[in-house]
């Protein structure tokens, strides 16, 4: 007898979320990869809400967007605590300025890029 859909995935889901949490304990920063419309924002608010405290940015929001596009490394050395940023390939200035925050700090979960 095959499974709900419903628990199927609710189970992916749990999957997912306990590899991201183990990811970031060991890694300075982990990207959520997939096609559009898979839930990789969903599942970072998810873990921001519950199991994964972090500050949350989108770049598709236009003003957090010019901000980091304005300063790509003063905007990440403003980022205080683990973060999470959503739609990091709108701003793709952001990633050498996060690779270099990365080679000088090797605090594990810093960043959750999606």
């Not at 189970?11 to 949490?21: F, G, T």
Request: no cysteine.
């Amino acid at each position: 007898m095959a499974e709900p859909q419903n628990q199927t995935s609710a189970l992916r889901r749990r999957n997912l979320e306990d590899s991201v949490v183990l990811a970031m304990q060991d890694a300075w920063a982990v990207a959520l990869l997939g096609p559009r419309q898979s839930g990789k924002s969903t599942l970072a608010k998810m873990l921001v809400a519950d199991r994964l405290p972090a500050d949350y940015l989108t770049l598709d929001e236009q003003a957090t967007r010019s901000l980091a596009l304005g300063d790509p490394e003063g905007f990440i050395a403003g980022l205080t605590r683990r973060t999470v940023i959503d739609e990091v390939q709108r701003a793709p200035e952001l990633l050498l300025a996060i690779k270099v925050r990365l080679d000088r700090d090797d605090t594990p979960g810093q960043l959750l890029l999606t």
